[in-house]
């Protein structure tokens, strides 16, 4: 019955070769993340639900970037497999060109008119003043964000994670000292609040852009022309359009559907200890995912390299395979982050962010649901980012992946939250309905053999 885990010699040791970068560079950043939130939470609950303000639209960019990110390696991984150097160099630029466009595109709205935008997502004037002073200096930082994540991107779909594992650690770790510096005013430096963490995240970013140019110009392994880059052609632009903007819509709507529930969430009754609540589990729930992040895109790149290198005969029982160790690791997880939340954290992590009571007791329920639906998460995770666009099959990936969320969950939440005007753990628990869905519908299509596409055929 379990006979897809028996894999050949050295699968399981290539999984770890492959994920453990990815888990640690995604667990380091998320940690740090954890003390950028605390920093924060440090000036109050306003400063904290103003930067959670911030990020909704923000949420929605790193999403489109991280769509890119998947579509490009998609087919990255696949060219990869046929070691055809010259079609990654253009697809690299292609993925450099939508992903720092679109970026920039947000970045102007910020800058312009962040008051009016911001306060789209809210309904508190003083936090809606507070999120705009952060979003004018961070939206920028995502346009640097989406240049280095694409080279990180090719580098990884071509077994090559660990670069992006130096680059954010080194990246967050900059963030963190300058959150210190900046939000506090030690060192001797101005104490900005909300403006010195999103001057310290723009600085970090920055830092990452300059690693990138000089490991460009450096290394050895991957040559970059930059004559492709600039110029990569218009057949490589359709093809990536026709496969890779279907990851894209995916990431972006998505995205979207994410931002619209901390939305209702920020027009409910008592939002500003809801929505503190909401960014501390939502930080907490960052940690989890690590592994099935790091999964998933371990998942992609061998489907991906298999399928381009015409093996489809390994693709099936490594896909069940890895669909299997999500489980097994979302178990695992949310086990642990049910004890977590019931007794460490209301003891030892929310007394630090100085949260009311009420806060609290929301933070633990959101958390409480989390670890319950972990499973299915981290199995979604895997089975769409993972095997299925690994292996081709990114129009049915995108549908599994957005259909619950527009039409089940989100629906779902608004008429609880903004028509019943529900507590907020019916709102909470109709936001998890997408999960049950989609682990159905995944499930059924990694059985079959639909989803083993080589898109890379002319």
């Not at 979207?256 to 503190?276: C, D, K, Q, R, V």
Request: aromatic share 10%; with cysteine; proline share 4%.
């Amino acid at each position: 019955m379990f006979s897809f885990m028996k894999q050949g010699p050295g699968f399981y040791k290539q999984v770890v070769f492959l994920a453990a970068p990815i888990v640690l560079q995604n667990l380091i950043t998320s940690a740090l993340g954890m003390a950028d939130t605390f920093m924060v939470g440090m000036l109050g609950e306003a400063p904290m639900a103003a930067v959670t303000l911030a990020n909704i639209p923000l949420f929605v960019v790193q999403l489109f970037i991280f769509g890119v990110q998947s579509g490009s390696s998609v087919l990255i991984s696949q060219y990869w497999g046929k070691q055809e150097m010259e079609s990654i160099n253009r697809m690299l630029g292609v993925a450099l060109w939508v992903a720092v466009l679109v970026s920039s595109i947000f970045a102007a709205i910020l800058i312009l008119c962040p008051v009016e935008f911001l306060g789209l997502f809210g309904n508190e004037p003083a936090v809606i003043e507070l999120a705009a002073q952060y979003g004018t200096i961070a939206g920028v930082s995502y346009v640097c964000s989406a240049f280095t994540m694409m080279y990180v991107a090719a580098y990884r779909s071509m077994e090559r994670p660990q670069l992006g594992m130096y680059i954010l650690v080194a990246s967050m770790t900059l963030n963190t000292l300058l959150n210190w510096v900046f939000i506090f005013g030690n060192l001797g430096a101005p104490a900005l609040g909300v403006r010195g963490a999103a001057l310290a995240t723009l600085i970090a970013r920055s830092m990452e852009v300059l690693i990138v140019v000089v490991h460009m110009a450096k290394n050895r392994f991957f040559r970059v022309h930059l004559h492709l880059l600039l110029r990569p052609g218009l057949d490589m632009a359709r093809r990536f359009f026709r496969y890779g903007g279907l990851v894209v819509f995916n990431e972006t709507t998505w995205g979207l559907g994410s931002s619209i529930f901390p939305t209702i969430m920020g027009h409910m009754e008592g939002s500003t200890e809801i929505l503190a609540a909401y960014t501390v589990a939502g930080n907490v729930d960052k940690i989890c995912m690590v592994v099935s992040f790091g999964l998933g895109a371990t998942a992609s790149i061998i489907i991906g390299r298999e399928v381009g290198a015409g093996r489809p005969q390994e693709v099936r029982p490594t896909g069940a395979c890895m669909c299997a160790l999500a489980l097994i690791c979302g178990t695992v997880i949310g086990l642990s982050l049910f004890l977590f939340a019931r007794f460490l954290a209301p003891a030892w992590v929310f007394p630090l962010f100085k949260m009311s009571a009420r806060s609290a007791s929301i933070a633990v329920m959101m958390m409480t649901v989390q670890a319950v639906v972990r499973p299915l998460r981290d199995f979604n995770s895997v089975a769409i980012v993972g095997v299925l666009r690994g292996g081709g099959d990114v129009r049915m990936a995108t549908i599994i992946d957005t259909a619950p969320q527009w039409f089940i969950a989100i629906p779902a939440a608004v008429i609880l939250g903004s028509v019943l005007k529900l507590d907020i753990l019916w709102v909470y628990l109709a936001m998890t309905l997408e999960n049950v869905v989609k682990f159905i519908f995944g499930l059924r299509r990694i059985r079959s053999d639909a989803w083993i596409r080589d898109l890379t055929r002319a």
